[in-house]
Every structure is written in structure tokens, then in C-alpha cells.
């Protein structure tokens, strides 16, 4: 029997677990692929060529080999589909699972290793992104809003508006159809504090730990003195008191770019009058109340919750 060789990176199509063999490939194989990078399993049973990785149509290809043809993609999985991962930084290794919605129905089909769900399902609420079911971004968003985790829920939002996939104002239109379901509280209140000029994910978390706990909404992105050449730029800040917070993200922050940024903000300390609190994903996702405390004294002001939420 001849060995077929396993294509180059580069000419990998989009595949699932079961074509290995009509591939004429191994799980051997795709334990080295997967180990060097050159695929990632993007969705839960099938696998995208690194290089490919930014490809909304590849994710929905990916997608297609293994939800059941009629059912739409839905929440983080329609997520990816429309280019915003809800895994978040430095969590990209972890496939995203097989969610699927369905028309509300006496019945909810079953499928093994998918998630299906029913609810109202209006067809303006789907789009077809490479021959693949999806609900449309404005459904996505606001079943993310209801149903992700709330800072991972804030940040896909900031995201989908900042790359004008979603308007703030239509979505919060939107979620009274929803009126009476479950966490649409939490999602009118998350929606609310959506903010396309978050830069990172880490930037959305920070601002919402912000806001829970009662501190006055941070604006994005301040330029310090001003839009010029020249000028630095602030993560989230209250111009009119001169304080700054900073999210110090771990991907982009190793020794040269925090000696950059502690000579950034002693400038500003001294030049400008500013004061600054820093912080890292450790901080910013740990269940301590900490961070709260050193926000109410850089403020001034106490945090008016006792306990996090999340």
C-alpha cells in the first residue's frame, strides 16, 4: 500500500475528526499538527489550518462538517463565525463548542456533542455564511449578551461594535423582545456600557469591574494632552480629576513594553499631574475585592459593593 503524503500547511483544507482517513491521514498525525500549530481545532471535531485562522468562511466550513445542516449556529460558535472569538486572549487552544438554535418547537432534537437550544427564531435572525446557518451578528450579540459570562459577554459586544458589526443603541432597542426571559436584565445592563473604543478584551474586563462596583464610567482611550503627534494615550480615565487605570495585558506586556509604559506614566505623573492604577489579567479576573479598593482610593471613593459578582 502506498503512503499518502500529508499535504503542506498551506494547502490543508478545513476538516473534520472523521475525514482523517479519506485524507489519508492519522491521528498521529494530527497529534503533531495540532502540537506545532499548523492546525488548530477551532470548533469541537473539526480543525482549521493555522494559516486559515482568521477566515470567517473557514470557521463556518468547520462548523458545517459537524452541525446537523439544518440547525443555526448560535452564541460563541456564531460568535467566531462572524470573527470575534469568545474564548478570549491566550485561550485559543480550547475548541469552541457546537451550539445550535433551533424555532422554539413541542420538542428539542438531540444530537450528540451539540448543544441545541429553542427560542423565537425570526428569519431576519439568520444568515447564511458559507453555506452555513447562522443567527445574524445583531441575534448573536444579543444571545451573548444573555448568555456568556458577563465580562466575556462585554467584551464580545465592545468588539462586534468596534468592528461595526452591531449598533449599542439597536441592540438595547432589541433586547425588550426578549423581556421576561432569563439574564435579560444582565444583558440591557451590559449592553448599556458597551463601548467600541475598547482595544482589548482586558480593557473590556477592567471596565466592567469599574462599573459593578458604583465607580463613575471611565472614558477609552484619553490622549494626554491632546490628539497630536507626540500625545500618550490612556486605556480608560477621568480627564477631569486626572486619574488613569491601565490594563497591562500579558501577551504584549514583557519587560521592554513595561519599562516603556512605567517611563510612560511617571511623564504624565510629572509633566501633567496624572495618577495611574495598573493592572494585570491575574488582578482583573481573581475573586478578590482588592482591585475594587485601590480604584475607591485612586477615586476617593468607596466601592459600593461588598462582594463580586463575578
Known amino acids: 500500500m502506498v503512503q499518502r503524503l500529508p499535504p503542506a500547511p498551506e494547502l490543508l483544507p478545513v476538516f473534520a475528526f472523521r475525514e482523517l482517513e479519506a485524507l489519508g491521514l492519522s491521528k498521529r498525525w494530527l497529534a503533531a499538527a495540532l502540537a506545532s500549530g499548523d492546525v488548530l481545532e477551532v470548533v469541537r471535531g473539526a480543525y482549521v489550518p493555522s494559516a486559515r485562522l482568521g477566515d470567517p468562511l473557514a470557521v463556518a466550513r468547520a462548523a458545517s462538517l459537524v452541525l446537523p445542516a439544518h440547525v443555526v449556529a448560535c452564541r460563541g460558535l456564531a460568535a467566531v463565525v462572524h470573527g470575534v472569538d469568545p474564548r478570549g486572549p491566550g485561550r485559543g487552544e480550547r475548541p469552541v463548542g457546537l451550539q445550535g438554535l433551533v424555532p422554539a418547537a413541542n420538542r428539542t432534537p438531540r444530537w450528540s456533542g451539540v448543544s441545541i437550544y429553542e427560542a423565537p427564531l425570526p428569519d431576519g435572525d439568520v444568515v447564511d455564511v458559507g453555506g452555513v446557518l447562522v443567527t445574524s451578528p445583531e441575534r448573536t450579540a444579543l ?40 439574564w435579560v436584565g444582565r444583558a440591557r445592563y451590559l449592553i448599556q456600557h458597551v463601548e467600541p473604543d475598547a482595544e482589548s478584551y482586558g480593557e473590556s474586563w477592567l471596565r466592567l469591574r469599574v462599573l459593578d462596583a458604583g465607580f463613575p464610567r471611565p472614558l477609552p482611550q484619553i490622549w494626554v494632552p491632546g490628539p497630536r503627534p507626540g500625545a500618550d494615550r490612556l486605556d480608560l480615565g477621568w480627564r477631569e480629576v486626572r486619574k ?61 459593593i461588598r462582594r463580586r459578582a463575578w
Open 244 to 304: 488613569g487605570v491601565e490594563y497591562d495585558g500579558e501577551e504584549f506586556h514583557g519587560p521592554e513594553q513595561q519599562a516603556a509604559d512605567d517611563a510612560r506614566r511617571l511623564r504624565l505623573e510629572r509633566e501633567h499631574g496624572w495618577r495611574f492604577l495598573s493592572v494585570r489579567k491575574g488582578a482583573v479576573l481573581g475573586a478578590s475585592m482588592q482591585l475594587e479598593r485601590e480604584i475607591g482610593e485612586l477615586l476617593g471613593a468607596a466601592p459600593r
Open 143 to 182: 444571545d451573548c449578551a444573555r448568555y456568556l459570562s458577563p465580562p466575556m459577554a462585554l467584551a464580545v459586544l465592545d468588539r462586534m461594535a468596534r468592528l461595526g458589526l452591531v449598533d449599542p443603541d439597536v441592540l438595547l432597542l432589541r433586547i425588550e423582545e426578549f423581556r421576561g426571559d432569563r
